[in-house]
């Protein structure tokens, strides 16, 4: 991720609707959740979620996919672990325990699913001490 790119998501996650469909995106998982829902859960109206949805999109921090007649919307966790790592890139001046927490979530956000399950911080994490 280049500079561009993390100002346009910090930019569209800095207003408090986006901040909180993104997190809701995130929670659902690969499966996503409709726009219909996401305006429900988030007590917006339809065209309001709409504007958000766009704003998000724009900045590639979600996609969406029409399954018959709704449009489901999915956060892009490839694009989010990226905003991590590009805030991380140059961290902890010589000390990577300082920022082994955060990496350790940054990798998680790109490996969203291995084998037919949905990866989550805590069952990446399990897996990486497993190894």
Known sequence: MDQRQALAAFSA?????????IRMLVVSGPNGMAAGAIAEKAEVSPSNVSFHLKELERAGLIAQQRESRSIIYTASYERLGG?????????????????????????????????????????????????
């Open 83 to 131: 905003l991590i790592r590009f805030l991380m890139e140059d961290c902890c001046g010589g000390n990577p325990e300082i920022c082994a927490p955060a990496a350790a979530v940054a990798a998680c956000c790109s490996t969203v699913m291995k084998g037919d399950l949905a990866m989550t911080p805590s069952t990446t994490a399990k897996a990486a001490t497993a190894d």
């Open 13 to 21: 996650l800095s207003q408090e609707t986006r901040l909180h469909i």
